[in-house]
């Protein structure tokens, strides 16, 4: 739906609280959790376990800081966004701020990615790492976006379509 939420990640897999012997998530799975809640419409909230003396484990530091630098360069594509205007699928999530969508193609069905249809118009669309325009073609059946496999990351390739107005919701 349209009203968002709050969602929770912890950084041990296995417990919230401190763990001398944690099963902790990889940047990458921390950074792709992170991607799907907001684009499922969730504020993201992250658990770290301190030690016993207050401070944090190195290892939980590197991970955070490996989002830290992902949010860095992609950032305009989490902060202050919400949900869609794309539910999530096969493909990933997209998230959108006014007249710009954010779609984050975390697994390439194929050459092409086909988006359902939306009324409003797209009039551009890069990929946000780099600014590479890229190939699209709206019709009634949908937005097809092209990224070159040379463009794309392997963790999330993040498309920024830009549309005339701002884009509402897919139709269910």
Known sequence: GDHPCQSWITIDKRQWAWNPDPDLLTGEELIRQVV????GNCNVAINI??????TFHPD??????????????????IYRTRGGPFYPA??????????RAYVHV?????????LPPLKEKVVSAHVLAGGYKVRFRQTAEGIEVTV???LRDKLDTI???DFERAPKMQAR
């Open 106 to 114: 975390l697994s390439w069905p194929q050459e092409r990615l086909l």
């Open 49 to 54: 376990a301190p030690r016993p003396d207050g």
């Open 159 to 161: 498309v920024a379509l």
């Open 60 to 77: 939980q530091i590197a991970i955070m800081d490996q989002l830290g630098k992902w949010l860095e360069r992609n950032g305009s594509a």
């Open 36 to 39: 799907m809640i907001v684009g």
């Open 90 to 99: 096969q493909w990933g999530v997209s998230t959108r701020s006014g007249k």
């Open 148 to 150: 070159p496999e040379r």
